[in-house]
């Protein structure tokens, strides 16, 4: 497995991006370095390192048989201390278990999997951390450990792999409508209801609609944790991923095409029928659409991510790493929730006893 590690030009200390300052950091001589600077630096290190074409060859046979890469679990050597580490199939940048030095996994994001672009972190691991215990700090009933320093230190930062697509289409809505008008003449009232066909053309532009990329994670926690601003969207460098973790797609364009398709013709066919303006009861008799240009935009997105095992289950907590939006609901203690009813409970006890015995 070919990796990538990104050294300080300095000391020679492993460097990781730095949200805060949007610039690469060396936690040993403290020295910060631009993004662009680390990427020429390691360009052509990034070209040659990472082409493994045994690799890239097995992961296009088992993406065209669509059969994702599972749960295997993958073997590489840290280039830092030399330890075997194992990873997931789907891992793309990680820490090393034993010296915690960053490493990218190179040959995993190059190629056909080399995505278009990435939205870099821009929210650090304690600004993540904070949110997290506000949102805790608002709940009673927490399970002991949950909001303790071993529990939120866990809290990872990972890119998530996503299909975005946008299109420009043309589509021809035809609906019905009516319009209704009343009057009174002598002792009669009248009502005319008269039915009218509509039509509606236009060109559209309909932008970044997105699906996941990743089976492997809950399908509601990766889509709720948007919006993004795309705006902040670099072209890809691998070495953004340093100090963070990376995951990799399974799930391949020609999956998600039919879904981001369906999508989008309903957002078109909104936008016209959206334009029908002083009818009543509009309906949709017919919608056609003609696609005339595709583009797709293969996009890691930061996600900060913290995991508690409750009653036997895992709770994910997801948080946008640009935003600080998060996702995930609170566990409840029913322990602590029961011993406060059973104070409740006994306090009530108490005040009936002593109304007992005042109106005794
Ligand atoms: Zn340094
Ligand atoms: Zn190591």
């Given at each position: 497995m070919a990796t990538m590690e990104y050294k300080c030009p300095n000391c020679?200390?492993?460097?990781?991006?730095?949200?805060?300052?949007?610039?690469?950091?060396?936690q040993y001589c403290l020295s910060d370095f631009q993004p662009q600077q680390i990427q020429a630096m390691y360009a052509q290190?990034?070209?040659?390192?990472?082409?493994?074409?045994?690799?890239i060859?097995?992961?296009?046979?088992?993406a065209?048989?669509?059969?994702?890469?599972?749960?295997?679990?993958?073997?590489?050597?840290?280039?830092?201390?030399?330890?075997?580490?194992v990873t997931t199939a789907t891992t793309a940048a990680t820490n090393c278990f034993y010296c915690q030095s960053p490493v990218v996994l190179g040959s995993r994001l190059s190629d056909a999997f080399k995505p278009d672009r990435v939205v870099p972190f821009a929210l650090s691991k304690d600004k993540a951390v904070e949110t997290f215990l506000k949102l805790c700090g608002k709940k009673k009933f927490l399970p002991?450990?949950?909001?303790?320093?071993?529990?939120?230190?866990?809290?990872?930062?990972?890119?998530?792999?996503?299909w975005y697509l946008d299109e420009q289409l043309s589509g021809a809505l035809t609906a019905r409508g009516k319009k209704e008008r009343s009057w009174t003449q002598g002792n009669r009232r009248y009502t005319e209801t008269t039915i009218f066909r509509l039509f509606r053309a236009g060109d559209m532009q309909i932008m970044n609609v997105f699906e996941r990329a990743l089976k492997s994670n809950s399908?509601?926690?990766?889509?709720?944790?948007?919006?993004?601003?795309?705006?902040?969207?670099?072209?890809?460098?691998?070495?953004?991923?340093?100090?963070?973790?990376?995951?990799k797609r399974d799930i391949e364009q020609?999956?998600?095409?039919?879904?981001?398709d369906e999508r989008i013709k309903g957002y078109a066919e909104q936008l016209?029928?959206?334009?029908?303006?002083?009818?009543?009861?509009?309906?949709?008799?017919?919608?056609?659409?003609?696609?005339?240009?595709?583009?797709?935009n293969y996009t890691l997105l930061p996600v900060w991510i913290v995991t508690y095992k409750f009653n036997g289950e895992i709770l994910p907590y997801a948080i946008n790493g640009q935003t600080g939006k998060i996702y995930g609901s609170l566990p409840v203690a029913m322990g602590k929730l029961v011993l406060w009813a059973a104070i409740i409970a006994i306090l009530v006890f108490i005040v009936c006893l002593l109304g007992g015995m005042l109106f005794a």
């Amino acid at each position: 497995m070919a990796t990538m590690e990104y050294k300080c030009p300095n000391c020679g200390g492993p460097l990781s991006f730095n949200p805060d300052k949007q610039m690469f950091s060396c936690q040993y001589c403290l020295s910060d370095f631009q993004p662009q600077q680390i990427q020429a630096m390691y360009a052509q290190n990034e070209q040659s390192e990472t082409y493994d074409e045994k690799e890239i060859k097995a992961q296009e046979r088992r993406a065209a048989r669509g059969e994702g890469d599972g749960d295997d679990l993958v073997g590489y050597t840290c280039p830092s201390c030399g330890a075997e580490v194992v990873t997931t199939a789907t891992t793309a940048a990680t820490n090393c278990f034993y010296c915690q030095s960053p490493v990218v996994l190179g040959s995993r994001l190059s190629d056909a999997f080399k995505p278009d672009r990435v939205v870099p972190f821009a929210l650090s691991k304690d600004k993540a951390v904070e949110t997290f215990l506000k949102l805790c700090g608002k709940k009673k009933f927490l399970p002991a450990g949950f909001t303790s320093k071993k529990q939120v230190e866990k809290m990872q930062g990972v890119y998530f792999p996503y299909w975005y697509l946008d299109e420009q289409l043309s589509g021809a809505l035809t609906a019905r409508g009516k319009k209704e008008r009343s009057w009174t003449q002598g002792n009669r009232r009248y009502t005319e209801t008269t039915i009218f066909r509509l039509f509606r053309a236009g060109d559209m532009q309909i932008m970044n609609v997105f699906e996941r990329a990743l089976k492997s994670n809950s399908r509601e926690m990766l889509q709720s944790v948007h919006p993004f601003d795309l705006s902040k969207a670099q072209p890809f460098a691998m070495s953004y991923l340093s100090g963070f973790s990376a995951e990799k797609r399974d799930i391949e364009q020609a999956e998600a095409a039919p879904i981001l398709d369906e999508r989008i013709k309903g957002y078109a066919e909104q936008l016209l029928k959206d334009t029908i303006n002083g009818y009543q009861g509009v309906t949709t008799e017919s919608f056609n659409h003609k696609v005339f240009n595709k583009r797709w935009n293969y996009t890691l997105l930061p996600v900060w991510i913290v995991t508690y095992k409750f009653n036997g289950e895992i709770l994910p907590y997801a948080i946008n790493g640009q935003t600080g939006k998060i996702y995930g609901s609170l566990p409840v203690a029913m322990g602590k929730l029961v011993l406060w009813a059973a104070i409740i409970a006994i306090l009530v006890f108490i005040v009936c006893l002593l109304g007992g015995m005042l109106f005794a």
